[in-house]
């Protein structure tokens, strides 16, 4: 064989290799290491970010004037914070985000609704609190309790799933970590409307006063307060419809004030997250 054909097959040869090596790199680049394969604790982010201070919420709640009225929910509509899931895996079980909710139903409806037993599963709901349009504050489910108030559900792409995939409503809630709050829907809202007249004064002041109240009770900073709509993976849910930010901004600023909170803080809607994971690291 000429000596300029051997040469030839050789650089075939030594490239076709370079060609296989870079291939197995490439492939071995692409299989993850085993670690990432590992599913991933389920619930990570929704621990609650701030240190709880229980003695100043009952402090806040005082200077607040915070009254509730007892009317507790049948206990088939809500359970217990479950601290593991369907696979004996530890989940997060403590209060750590607020759901804002509307009720669409009347007052009278709605207490009606959730004091009835509910022995289907797909029938049960419970709000922890419920505001009328005077602001006056129905108790439902205590804050140690999980309500029902969102079933499928998710913050961001954390959730908590505690039935096996292979069952309905498998998709995964937030209740195990949630404080669910509703307001009474005005008279022009009872529909299927896409807005309505929205809600009173006093419903945004006291929603505002029981927030920070739990913010401080349960070391929830103020980007954990969600609406039902932004965190509703079924997509059915649209509520609270007609809410205005703005104004529970200006509720939240006074009953701050009123409880010698700094606005600009910790709880405040212009904390960084870097400040209040800060706080979390201080334990
Ligand atoms: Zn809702």
Same mark, same amino acid.
């Given at each position: 064989?000429?000596?300029?054909?051997?040469? /030839?097959?050789?650089?075939?040869?030594?490239?076709a290799?370079?060609?296989?090596?870079? =291939? =197995?790199?490439?492939?071995?680049?692409?299989v993850?290491?085993?670690?990432?394969?590992?599913p991933?604790?389920?619930?990570?982010?929704?621990?609650?970010?701030?240190?709880?201070?229980?003695?100043?919420?009952?402090? /806040?709640?005082?200077?607040?004037?915070?009254?509730?009225?007892?009317?507790?929910? &049948?206990?088939?509509?809500?359970?217990?914070?479950?601290?593991?899931?369907?696979?004996?895996?530890?989940?997060?079980?403590?209060?750590?985000?607020?759901?804002?909710?509307?009720?669409?139903?009347?007052?009278? &409806?709605?207490?009606?609704?959730?004091?009835?037993?509910?022995?289907?599963? %797909?029938?049960?709901?419970? @709000?922890?609190?419920?505001?009328?349009?005077?602001?006056?504050?129905?108790?439902?489910?205590?804050?140690?309790?999980? %309500?029902?108030?969102?079933? =499928?559900?998710?913050?961001?792409?954390?959730?908590?799933?505690?039935?096996?995939?292979?069952?309905?409503?498998?998709?995964?809630?937030l209740?195990?970590?949630?404080?669910?709050?509703?307001?009474?829907?005005?008279?022009?809202?009872?529909?299927?409307?896409?807005?309505?007249?929205?809600y009173?004064?006093?419903? @945004?002041?006291?929603?505002?006063?029981?927030v920070?109240?739990?913010?401080?009770?349960?070391?929830?900073?103020?980007?954990?307060?969600?609406?039902?709509?932004?965190?509703?993976?079924?997509?059915?849910?649209?509520?609270?419809?007609?809410?205005?930010?703005?104004?529970?901004?200006?509720? =939240?600023?006074?009953?701050?004030?009123? /409880?010698?909170?700094?606005?600009?803080?910790? @709880?405040?809607?212009?904390?960084?997250?870097?400040?209040?994971?800060?706080?979390?690291? &201080?334990?």
């Open positions: 064989m000429p000596r300029s054909l051997l040469f /030839c097959l050789a650089s075939l040869l030594l490239g290799g370079s060609v296989a090596g870079l =291939w =197995w790199w490439h492939q071995q680049r692409l993850p290491p085993a670690a990432a394969l590992m991933l604790a389920q619930g990570e982010g929704l621990q609650p970010l701030l240190v709880p201070d229980p003695k100043a919420a009952k402090r /806040c709640a005082q200077r607040l004037g915070i009254r509730e009225r007892d009317t507790p929910a &049948d206990p088939t509509n809500f359970g217990v914070r479950r601290p593991s899931d369907s696979l004996s895996g530890p989940v997060p079980d403590q209060p750590s985000l607020v759901v804002v909710h509307e009720t669409v139903l009347s007052l009278e &409806d709605t207490l009606n609704f959730f004091q009835t037993p509910h022995p289907r599963d %797909a029938d049960q709901a419970s @709000y922890h609190l419920l505001l009328d349009r005077n602001g006056t504050a129905f108790r439902l489910v205590p804050d140690r309790n999980r %309500a029902f108030g969102a079933g =499928w559900s998710a913050w961001g792409d954390a959730t908590i799933r505690h039935r096996p995939s292979s069952t309905p409503l498998a998709g995964g809630s209740n195990n970590v949630a404080l669910h709050i509703s307001l009474e829907s005005p008279e022009d809202g009872r529909g299927d409307d896409d807005a309505h007249s929205g009173s004064k006093a419903q @945004y002041m006291r929603l505002a006063e029981h920070l109240v739990w913010q401080l009770r349960w070391g929830i900073p103020m980007r954990r307060i969600t609406t039902h709509e932004a965190v509703d993976r079924s997509h059915s849910r649209r509520d609270p419809r007609s809410f205005r930010w703005e104004r529970f901004d200006r509720a =939240w600023d006074e009953a701050a004030n009123r /409880c010698g909170i700094r606005i600009d803080g910790p @709880y405040g809607i212009d904390a960084p997250p870097t400040a209040a994971e800060s706080v979390e690291q &201080d334990r």
